[in-house]
């Protein structure tokens, strides 16, 4: 297995995620992330829901994401972010009290109306969504779960999954 290296690049947003990284584990090593999961009290059904359900797993979600392209740090943040929004479910929805409306394993809102329902509830659809809508995977800042921090007690299985597959699935 080879360890994922986080490095506060050019972009603001990898340095954002590279610092919320650091302030989660209190300055330890990535590998230390599995510590915080299991101090934050683990994952619970977020990941696996009890009798199986729609939901995807981590490999899953991590695998239709790096077909559409994300890798390394973004790739990641991609997997915890998709967990913290849906549990993983690709039928997910949610009205926003603006009217608009959150769908699928990103919950990608309908503001983004290049991308169709039928495109959001479709996992490996979403996940090119997702990809375009994050730039590459370097701005994860449309995602309010990501905007407050929800994704970080999804870092250790999603960085297990990529450290596990060496970034690509």
Known sequence: MNPIVLRAAASPSTARTVAKIGAALGGLFVAGIVALASALGGLGSAVVPPGGGPDLTVAQIGTVAAAAGFSGSGLVMAIAVALAESGGNPTA???????????????????????????????????????SISAGGTNLGAWVTYQHGAEIPFLPVAVSFVEGTGGSS
């Open 93 to 131: 929805t949610n009205l926003d009290s603006n009217g608009t409306v959150d769908r699928g394993v990103w919950q990608i809102n309908s503001v983004h109306a290049e991308y169709f329902a039928s495109c959001d509830y479709k996992p490996s659809c979403a996940a090119s969504a997702a990809f």
